[in-house]
Every structure is written in structure tokens, then in C-alpha cells.
């Protein structure tokens, strides 16, 4: 059960890819609207294939499952279920990634994508009172040219769209592949993150903020067996969005309990906590929170510090964050009073 702490604690997800949301009902669900065959007969077949060796073996299994989303009304559903849950957590700003190619490789218009996503956006921030933005995302085993091709779809919705990222196959696909990617995303006005060092070396971190200039490196944990890369993660303040508990099903790190997110924290790094893909790595945001409380003995300052530390490294308005950081010092002195 979720310590009630971190229950109410406000806090921002900043690493959660739309498409790895899809928990196995709704999955079952779309394929069952949409005529997709799936390799599985049922719910509980699919979530006991949900073991992985690696990211390598998580992949292929995750765009399979992704490619069951094909109208406009599956991509509205499932945001609207991804963010319906995050409230839940006491998520009060989430900014949500979108690998658009899996999709158009399935012939889904982008305007079927984006338009929708952002409609859940806009209805969740009405009715659930979450603020939510988006991430267009491409993959590092497809060319440059190819995620290229993507900042040009996109154009028409550039104002709509928070930030562009890169994710899925890391090793083998450095940073360096995709510098012009990058400095034209920045060019064209978009906020910038990218995949480093979750599989890959500390040397891919390295590396991408050298060519490609992020303001966020997702994951980051391989910088932990580099000490002059640390020492210029905390110099630089670069935002870093771990997610333990994929951390842990895609066997970066052997255990929770090996988990370096305390050691980062303890180094002065921007650590924040996230879910990634969660049902298929088991839990959502607070799930995450919870495990690094249990496994890492973090106290409620420390997961204060966490949870602050997930809305300065947003990309939301500065009055925003400060409202949000105000929130977070309530609540820690409301549970103390409550506590006493
Ligand atoms: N953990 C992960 N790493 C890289 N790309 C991803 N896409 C979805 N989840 C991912
Ligand atoms: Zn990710």
C-alpha cells in the first residue's frame, strides 16, 4: 500500500511514454474494436508476458501492443486513462512523451495522434484539474532522417507541442546520430530531452550533452560510475528523470534495493521520480515513490525534495512551479502537525 505521504504529496511526471500506458484491458479492448490480431488470448496471458530480459526484449513487445491504437477516439482514451490515473497519484502536471512513428508505420494520420492527445489534455485540465503537455518523441534505431521527417509533421501543431525527445534502442545509437535533429528541434522552439544512459554507458550521457544540448536527460543512471560526470550534472543542474521501477524489470540495476537514486540524490544531482511504461514495469508514479521509500530507506524530506525537484526540472511557467514548490512546503507542514 502506498505510504500517505507520498499519496498526497503534489508532485509532476516528467518520463511517462503515452503508448506504454496501455494497460491490458484497454489493449484488449481497442484490439477488439480495431480487428488487430494479439499474440495473447486473454488479459492475464498478456500481463504474465510482461518479463523482460532487457529493454532489447521490451521493445518489440511494447510497439506490438502500441499498434492496436489506430482512430483518433483510441489515441483520446488513452491519454484520458493515463491521465485520469495520474490525478489519482497526485500528479499535478504531467508532461507525457508520444513516439508518433509506431503509428504512422500503421497508418495512423498524425493529425488522428495529436489532435486527440491534446483534446484529453485540454478536458483533463478542465474536469480532473491536471496540467498536462506533450512530448513528440522519435526512435534512435531509425535514421536521422527519418526523425527529421518528424519535426516537419509535427509543424502545424509546434505551439501544442511542449517538447520533442528521442527513446527506444539505445546501445548502438549514440547521441552523436542525432545532433541535427536536436539543434533543429531547438531552433523550431521546442524544449528538448533525451534517452541516456539507461542501457547505454555513462559515456552516452556525456555525449549527449555535449552534441546534443538536452535540458533533460531521461534515465541517466549509468553517470552514477562516472564521477566527473556527475560532478558536471550537479554543476549544471541537469534535470534527470529516473524510473526505478523500469530500472529494475528491464535489469539495468540487479535489484531495488541497488537502486543508485539515493546515491544520485545524495551527490546533489536533479533527480526526479517516474514511471515510464507502468504497466509493464509494475506501478505508476507513486508505485515508483513507494519502492524507493522501502528499498532506499528515503525519509518524507527526502521524497519532499524529489517531488520539488519533478516540477523544477518541468517545462511549465516559473509562477507555476512556484505555486507548486509553495504546495509541497504545505503539505510537509501539514503532515508534521498532523504527525505530532
Ligand atoms: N525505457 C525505455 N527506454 C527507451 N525507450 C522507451 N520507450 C518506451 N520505454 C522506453
Ligand atoms: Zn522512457
Known sequence: MTDAFIATLPKAELHVHLEGTLEPELLFALAARNDVPLPWSDVNQAR?????????????????????LRTGQDFYDLAHAYLTRAAADGVRRAEMFLGVQTFLDAGVPIAYQLD???????????????????IVTSQRHRSQAAALEVLDLIQPWCERIIGIGLGAAERGNPPVKFADYFATARARGYRTTIHAGEDGPADYVR?????????RIDHGVAAIDDPALVARLRDEAIPLTVCPLSNVAL???????????????????????NSDDPPYFGGYVNDNYEAVRTHLGLDRATLADLARNSFRASFDDPAHVAAHLADIDGHAEMVKHASR
Not at 59 to 68: C, E, H, K, Y
Not at 116 to 134: H, K, M, Q, T
Not at 207 to 215: G, H, I, N, R, Y
Request: glycine fraction near 4%.
Open 207 to 215: 555525449e549527449a550533452l555535449d552534441v546534443c544540448k538536452p535540458d
Open 48 to 68: 504474465a508476458a510482461y518479463t523482460f530480459t532487457g529493454l532489447e526484449h521490451f521493445l518489440p513487445l511494447l510497439f506490438r501492443s502500441a499498434s492496436v
Open 116 to 134: 486527440n492527445v491534446l483534446a484529453a489534455i485540454a478536458d483533463a485540465r478542465a474536469d480532473l484539474g491536471i496540467d498536462s503537455a506533450l
Open 251 to 273: 535489469r539495468v540495476v540487479q535489484s531495488m534495493a541497488a537502486h543508485p537514486l539515493r546515491i544520485m540524490s545524495e551527490a546533489g544531482l536533479l533527480v526526479t521520480v
